[in-house]
């Protein structure tokens, strides 16, 4: 019985002992199965955020000729965990040389040796204190060559990142788009099923969120155009007005005859001609200085010709000035309706600058029926483009301050607002005073009238002299418009009379008749 009973206690001493042996082997073999390695492209991640001009950020190889000491390299990308985290750096350089690594004030120094091809860093390990987007600073500390490497990934572990994935570009599809920022919008919702003439908004950029390379669009309608305003430079901002073909091409030169965009006419110093890249279209834009922290209103109106198309014009109201500012007018083919699909966006066209935030607000908007009637608006819905959808950057939000709707995007901010979300305002209870007879545009002599090229032509084309006009039966009066839109010569003419252009200049210009034809004839001075 005392040799049984010493059995079972040695049996159960062993067993327990090899047990948590196995156990302890098993966890130790699960966490390193479980632990997770990210490759961050800094292609679609990084900035040069201090002395741009000692490094750049490629397409396709992530950092490359970096020279500059003083130029900081920023790599952004959003974690959901605190604990330890491992970075290493992917890198080449045809000579040696030393850089540190910075996250929240902690420096790795770490030297990258001379290698041809790109080689595994290690840079060492960090805390991350706090889940959301960090920023990882690559500094030069010394080189033996002309640069400090080319880096193209930052590979990272630990367990920051161990149980959920980190959000950043993983696509080079996006990479472009990423560094951009997402944009975001806001889509009102109509109060009304009349056909709509007019659009009202008023906007206000925060001092201080006026960033070079933003776009504050104001009164978009559908898929067809859009108005608003830019900081285009540290020296440049236009009030810009834009309206697409009908014809889907990013290149405008491919768009058929008959799905162009016409300019029926615009205002004073307003450049016009065409766009491409994100669709084609015509475009419109007002150099001006527009400041952040003042409102601006701005008004759209949308209206079918009876033939098929729509004339789409824009005004942009200036409190300093105290006057309505006319852009332009453009005649969009195959379509014929009123404006329709009310929204607004913030977006960054500048890649370099995609770590800035910027933020505007929407205030007061209203529709005006094609019957006179005034509705006020008081519900948006939020939404974002592909790049925040596809989650490759998140640093998009919206909402309502101050009773106005508001947007912010850029800056890997932790502000997310989730894709439809719908917000409320309370509307004014006054309508825009505006005097719409009173407004600029092409009821004054500067508008461009339309001509049918198959019934209408000019000859001798070019010519010195004169030129005749065929095909125009009545008499009717005419404008000559040099290619800025000014008139420089105006008079009455009909079928084959001549027209002394003997006082003009050699160049391009445009002839308009008092007639509703279909677009402006251009004719050369020889």
């Given at each position: 019985?005392?040799?049984?009973?010493?059995?079972?206690?040695?049996?159960?001493?062993?067993?327990?002992?090899?047990?948590?042996?196995?156990?302890?082997?098993?966890?130790?073999?699960?966490?390193?199965?479980?632990?997770?390695?990210?490759?961050?492209?800094?292609?679609?991640?990084?900035?040069?955020?201090?002395?741009?001009?000692?490094?750049?950020?490629?397409?396709?190889?992530?950092?490359?000729?970096?020279?500059?000491?003083?130029?900081i390299i920023s790599i952004y990308l959003k974690v959901s965990d605190v604990g330890q985290l491992n970075i290493k750096v992917k890198a080449k350089n045809q000579s040696n040389s030393n850089i540190s690594v910075v996250v929240n004030g902690t420096i790795?120094?770490?030297?990258?040796?001379?290698?041809?091809?790109?080689?595994?860093?290690?840079?060492?390990?960090?805390?991350?204190?706090?889940?959301?987007?960090?920023?990882?600073?690559?500094?030069?500390?010394?080189?033996?060559?002309?640069?400090?490497?080319?880096?193209?990934?930052?590979?990272?572990?630990?367990?920051?990142?161990?149980?959920?994935?980190?959000?950043?570009?993983?696509?080079?599809?996006?990479?472009?788009?990423?560094?951009?920022?997402?944009?975001?919008?806001?889509?009102?919702?109509?109060?009304?099923?009349?056909?709509?003439?007019?659009?009202?908004?008023?906007?206000?950029?925060?001092?201080?969120?006026?960033?070079?390379?933003?776009?504050?669009?104001?009164?978009?309608?559908?898929?067809?155009?859009?108005?608003?305003?830019?900081?285009?430079?540290?020296?440049?901002?236009?009030?810009?007005?834009?309206?697409?073909?009908?014809?889907?091409?990013?290149?405008?030169?491919?768009?058929?005859?008959?799905?162009?965009?016409?300019?029926?006419?615009?205002?004073?110093?307003?450049?016009?001609?065409?766009?491409?890249?994100?669709?084609?279209?015509?475009?419109?834009?007002?150099?001006?200085?527009?400041?952040?922290?003042?409102?601006?209103?701005?008004?759209?109106?949308?209206?079918?010709?009876?033939?098929?198309?729509?004339?789409?014009?824009?005004?942009?109201?200036?409190?300093?000035?105290?006057?309505?500012?006319?852009?332009?007018?453009?005649?969009?083919?195959?379509?014929?309706?009123?404006?329709?699909?009310?929204?607004?966006?913030?977006?960054?066209?500048?890649?370099?600058?995609?770590?800035?935030?910027?933020?505007?607000?929407?205030?007061?908007?209203?529709?005006?029926?094609?019957?006179?009637?005034?509705?006020?608006?008081?519900?948006?819905?939020?939404?974002?483009?592909?790049?925040?959808?596809?989650?490759?950057?998140?640093?998009?939000?919206?909402?309502?301050?101050?009773?106005?709707?508001?947007?912010?995007?850029?800056?890997?901010t932790n502000e997310t607002t989730n894709p439809y979300s719908v917000f409320t305002i309370t509307p004014n209870s006054a309508s825009p005073q505006i005097n719409f007879d009173s407004l600029p545009g092409c009821t004054n002599a500067l508008s461009v009238?339309?001509?049918?090229?198959?019934?209408?032509?000019?000859?001798?084309?070019?010519?010195?002299?004169?030129?005749?006009?065929?095909?125009?039966?009545?008499?009717?009066?005419?404008?000559?418009?040099?290619?800025?839109?000014?008139?420089?010569?105006?008079?009455?003419?009909?079928?084959?009379?001549?027209?002394?252009?003997?006082?003009?200049?050699?160049?391009?210009?445009?002839?308009?008749?008092?007639?509703?034809?279909?677009?402006?004839?251009?004719?050369?001075?020889?």
């Open positions: 019985m005392r040799n049984f009973l010493l059995f079972i206690i040695t049996f159960c001493f062993y067993h327990n002992y090899f047990s948590n042996d196995l156990k302890n082997d098993y966890r130790k073999h699960t966490k390193k199965t479980l632990a997770q390695t990210y490759t961050i492209p800094l292609s679609g991640n990084a900035f040069v955020t201090n002395n741009s001009l000692g490094a750049v950020i490629t397409q396709n190889n992530g950092l490359m000729s970096w020279t500059d000491v003083n130029s790795l120094n770490m030297p990258i040796l001379a290698s041809g091809n790109y080689t595994e860093f290690n840079a060492g390990t960090i805390n991350i204190v706090a889940p959301g987007y960090i920023k990882i600073d690559l500094k030069g500390l010394s080189k033996s060559g002309s640069t400090f490497g080319d880096i193209s990934d930052l590979i990272i572990s630990g367990m920051a990142v161990d149980s959920v994935p980190p959000i950043y570009c993983n696509d080079p599809n996006y990479y472009y788009w990423a560094r951009r920022g997402p944009s975001c919008h806001l889509r009102y919702a109509i109060p009304t099923s009349e056909d709509i003439l007019y659009y009202y908004n008023e906007i206000t950029v925060p001092v201080g969120e006026d960033k070079v390379g933003s776009y504050f669009m104001a009164n978009g309608f559908a898929d067809e155009g859009y108005f608003g305003i830019q900081v285009n430079s540290e020296t440049e901002r236009r009030v810009l007005f834009s309206v697409w073909s009908p014809y889907t091409s990013d290149n405008p030169n491919q768009i058929p005859e008959d799905q162009k965009i016409i300019l029926n006419c615009k205002g004073a110093n307003v450049y016009s001609g065409e766009f491409g890249n994100e669709g084609s279209g015509g475009q419109s834009y007002l150099v001006y200085n527009w400041k952040p922290g003042i409102t601006y209103k701005f008004l759209t109106k949308g209206e079918p010709d009876g033939n098929g198309k729509t004339n789409y014009t824009a005004w942009f109201y200036d409190p300093e000035v105290q006057s309505w500012i006319f852009i332009a007018s453009w005649k969009r083919p195959y379509t014929n309706h009123y404006l329709t699909k009310f929204y607004s966006f913030v977006e960054n066209f500048n890649d370099m600058n995609g770590y800035f935030s910027r933020k505007v607000e929407f205030g007061n908007q209203w529709v005006r029926t094609k019957f006179g009637q005034w509705l006020p608006i008081s519900t948006a819905t939020f939404t974002a483009d592909a790049t925040f959808t596809a989650n490759q950057r998140i640093d998009a939000s919206g909402g309502v301050i101050n009773n106005h709707f508001y947007l912010k995007n850029g800056g890997f009238q339309e001509i049918k090229a198959a019934d209408v032509n000019i000859y001798p084309n070019p010519a010195d002299k004169f030129i005749k006009i065929k095909g125009v039966k009545d008499e009717s009066k005419y404008y000559i418009l040099d290619e800025d839109g000014r008139v420089v010569i105006e008079g009455r003419t009909k079928n084959e009379l001549g027209i002394d252009i003997s006082s003009l200049m050699t160049g391009v210009y445009f002839i308009k008749l008092d007639i509703n034809y279909s677009h402006p004839i251009k004719f050369i001075k020889k």
